[in-house]
């Protein structure tokens, strides 16, 4: 099957700092990646489409300046989160699209102190 | 716009009887159906899926659900659950073409021995 991996799967940072989050598909290319985050215990919450070789789309209310995301190759895609601050904290997760179908990866969890 | 509806936040029930998690959706336009499951920590596991043909789909770990297109619902179902169900429940919406998920705010399935 198709395998989605990240790294790391949890990361503590002094708030105003910065943390790179990356998803990996590892046995298959994809040109579109996606972001979600989730809230303990609610739903995921999706942040940004991510395509190879084109800038990111965003979701409403997501700012771009600060989930900075790259997408540089078909096996790889970034999340920068930038200047990051406690209510930054949250479980990040991203996915890989194939065939029109999203396989995930297990998840980052971000606690900003 | 896309939105999915999981009027179940919880769901107990003994081990080996039958369940079902409802899932409601409103969209203007065909659409694909999932469920997917979560575990405590971990990323998303596709369920099943519904593209198109039979309105009945099975999926891994027994489950199974229904696309009915005129109550606009995908309920999932298992006849007999097991205590290692015990999981978050997600079913989420996706416009083909996008391949973008929306995902519905979850149901805990809860199986007491």
């Known amino acids: 099957g198709a395998v989605v991996s990240q790294h790391p799967s949890w990361v503590i940072c002094k708030s105003g700092t910065s943390v790179k989050i990356e998803c990996r598909s590892l046995d298959f290319q994809a040109t579109t990646m996606f972001w979600y985050r989730q809230f303990p215990k609610q739903s995921l919450m999706l942040m940004a489409t991510s395509n190879e070789g084109s800038k990111a789309t965003y979701e409403q209310g997501v700012e771009k300046d600060k989930f900075l995301i790259n997408h540089a190759s078909l096996t790889l895609s970034t999340l920068t989160v930038t200047s990051a601050h406690p209510e930054d904290s949250s479980f990040y997760i991203c996915?890989?699209?194939?065939?029109?179908?999203?396989?995930f990866g297990p998840g980052t969890r971000l606690t900003v102190l | 716009a896309q939105s999915v509806t999981q009027l179940d936040s919880q769901v107990p029930v003994f081990e080996e009887a039958p369940v079902e998690l409802r899932c409601n959706y409103s969209?203007?336009?065909?659409?694909?159906l999932f469920w997917y499951v979560q575990y405590p920590n971990q990323g998303l596991q596709l369920l099943l899926k519904y593209l198109s043909g039979s309105t009945l789909v099975k999926g891994i770990n027994g489950f199974e659900a229904e696309f009915n297109k005129s109550q606009t619902s995908f309920h999932l179902r298992k006849p007999s659950v097991h205590i290692s169900d015990t999981a978050e429940y997600f079913c989420a919406v996706s416009e083909g073409s996008s391949y973008k998920l929306i995902f519905g705010s979850g149901t805990r399935l809860l199986v007491r021995p």
């Open positions: 969209s203007s336009v065909s659409v694909y």
């Open positions: 996915s890989a699209s194939l065939r029109g179908e999203q396989f």
